[in-house]
């Protein structure tokens, strides 16, 4: 059984910073990817951010890349966004992901936490 908590969501005002943490644990093989994902408002779920096993990084947009830092325990299997100038399209419930290895897709899904971004 894998679990992904995620913790750190909560209301904040545009130009403001957030810092998501998700730890995984349980049976957890060949490890690679983990990631951050939003779905705002009535849209569909987009890729935020992702760390490999190696400390590659990607991010979703340009955008993301400038405001976001992903960062990665590989000890501990946790990631954290660190999140600054937050604005309005910020606002999403935000996932943590986590793949079975490389070139796998995200297998396992946290619950999600809340962002919310006022002007």
């Known amino acids: 059984q894998v679990q992904l908590v995620e913790s750190g969501g909560g209301s904040v005002q545009a130009g403001g910073s957030l810092r998501l943490s998700c730890a995984a644990s349980?049976?957890?093989?060949?490890?690679?990817?983990m990631a951050w994902f939003r779905r705002p408002p009535g849209k569909e779920r987009e890729f935020v951010a992702s760390?490999?096993?190696?400390?590659?990084?990607?991010y979703g947009t340009t955008s993301m890349k400038a405001r976001f830092t992903i960062s990665r325990d590989n000890d501990k299997n946790t990631i954290s966004l660190q999140m600054n100038s937050l604005t309005p399209e910020d606002t999403a419930a935000y996932y943590c992901?986590?793949?079975?290895?490389?070139?796998?897709?995200?297998?396992?899904w946290g619950q999600g936490t809340q962002v919310t971004v006022s002007s």
């Open positions: 349980g049976r957890i093989f060949n490890l690679d990817h």
């Open positions: 992901a986590i793949d079975r290895g490389p070139n796998t897709a995200y297998y396992y």
């Open positions: 760390v490999a096993k190696n400390d590659a990084k990607t």
